[in-house]
């Protein structure tokens, strides 16, 4: 299958199962004109991740054999394409890279100061254990991770889930 999908809005989360059972999710995404399976059309592999509706959503469906032609027609087409492509591959090297190369609790500081300052490409979950995914790691490892930023004073939980106290304190953390 060729096609691409077109969400112009709704929320989907993103991750990966590996054959062991553990799982990382990169984060949610809420959708204006996002545009799925375009890696897939211009290589021809599997999507590597799951992406799942977080909610209900209309999607268009684009069919490959005409965006084929299209290409054809219209090769500043691929401009677009390539550009989309490449910040898409840089935002989530940039993550699979943070994640795997820093401590936890440096990586859920760091999120949580760019969710501050609104300029993350996913966000996170509501749930605990599906944060604790998304830094590939257990819902113990990630409570305890939690602990020793709020032992720090830097952050605090409450009802709407994790809060900054300290921003000048989690930023200098982070740097």
């Not at 027609?73 to 943070?98: C, E, M």
């Not at 113990?140 to 921003?167: F, H, N, P, T």
């Amino acid at each position: 299958m060729n096609d691409l999908y077109l969400v112009p809005h709704g929320r989907i989360s993103m991750g990966y199962t590996a054959r062991n059972g553990r799982s990382f999710q990169l984060g949610t995404m809420t959708c204006d004109s996002q545009l799925f399976g375009e890696m897939e059309f211009f290589t021809d592999y599997l999507c590597q991740l799951d992406i799942v509706a977080e909610e209900p959503l209309e999607l268009t469906v684009i069919n490959g054999e005409k965006l084929q032609q299209a290409l054809l027609k219209t090769p500043q087409f691929a401009l677009f394409f390539a550009s989309a492509i490449a910040i898409d591959y840089q935002d989530t090297v940039d993550i699979f890279t943070r994640r795997m190369l820093y401590p936890i609790a440096y990586n859920i500081a760091y999120d949580l100061y760019h969710q501050y300052l609104k300029d993350q490409p996913v966000e996170g979950f509501t749930k605990c254990y599906l944060e604790a995914e998304r830094f590939a790691t257990t819902d113990r490892v990630y409570r305890r991770a939690v602990k020793k930023l709020e032992d720090l004073q830097l952050i605090k939980r409450d009802k709407e889930g994790l809060v900054i106290c300290d921003l000048e304190g989690l930023k200098a953390f982070i740097e």
